[in-house]
């Protein structure tokens, strides 16, 4: 019986996802809608595999040649929520980046009233890359709850909890300070389902008043103003994501000067 060759070239939605585009998932929902062309020809599926020579179009503009992959920190105020778009109307960190900054999608997500450190990059593979719980990079953000914690009443979170049939990994928890009455919290967490140190700070009496992630793996918020943009040098996002060296006609970019966006 003949083995059936694998097709060369990447899948579709993976190329659509490194140009910058869209993210993988959301460019298989492109093709799903029938919004992607490859050589004229609208296509469905996103199982089909293409190289260099096919021409792909998305929503009628060709694909360009993927950027090299770019890293971006940037300090997200509270008041705007991690989307392109809100059916509600509310503001986005989309609505506030800076004019000069390329195309970016967010490495996850933080809500409305979080604030702090938010990943930003060009290229579907490395969101992706960064998102995956296999990574298990420590998220680490400061915390501000209403009461008077002891470390009695945090030993439930270091141990890992269940909330609303949902299990949450052990977290690293200290406190920092009693200010007046509210206390500072830091804590650290390796996976981050949707508003899980709220929802865990809930199920044990703690009401979060402000929450602000100082760094994501390796990424430190640092002294970045809020509103602020910076990105990663590229020799560092080398060395921490394993990604290959520019080409030898490519040199190294110098980092880029910071971009402000503070316009409150």
């Known amino acids: ?25 959301e460019a298989e929902k492109m093709i799903e809608a029938g919004r992607v062309r490859v050589n004229g020809q609208v296509i469905d599926r996103a199982a089909l595999n293409v190289t260099e020579k096919d021409r792909i179009e998305v929503d009628g503009t060709p694909l360009e040649a993927p950027e090299e992959p ?30 000069d900054l390329p195309r970016v999608m967010s490495v996850g997500r933080l809500d409305l009233n979080s604030e702090g450190l938010l990943l930003l990059t060009n290229d579907g593979g490395i969101k992706r890359k960064l998102e995956l719980p296999s990574t298990g990079w420590l998220r680490r953000y400061r915390v501000r709850v209403k009461g008077r914690p002891t470390d009695a009443m945090l030993e439930p979170l270091r141990t890992g909890l269940v909330v609303d049939g949902q299990r949450f990994q052990p977290m690293v928890v200290s406190i920092d300070r009693q200010q007046g009455a ?54 560092i996002l080398r060395d921490q994501l394993g990604l290959d060296g520019p080409k030898p006609d490519r040199p190294t970019p110098q980092r880029r000067r910071k971009s402000r966006l503070n316009k409150r």
């Open 1 to 25: 019986m003949t083995q059936k060759s694998t097709p060369p070239g990447e899948r579709i939605a993976k190329v659509i996802a490194r140009a910058g585009r869209a993210s993988r998932r």
């Open 70 to 99: 770019r890293l971006w920190l940037y300090h997200k105020p509270a008041g705007l929520v991690t989307t392109t778009r809100d059916e509600q109307g509310r503001p986005t960190i989309f609505d506030d980046l800076p004019e």
């Open 182 to 235: 509210n206390a500072w919290l830091t804590v650290g967490l390796r996976e981050g389902k949707n508003r899980e140190v709220r929802r865990a700070m809930a199920d044990i009496g703690l009401t979060v008043n402000r929450l602000i992630r100082v760094s994501y793996g390796p990424f430190q918020l640092g002294t970045l103003k809020q509103g602020a943009v910076e990105e990663v040098r590229r020799k």
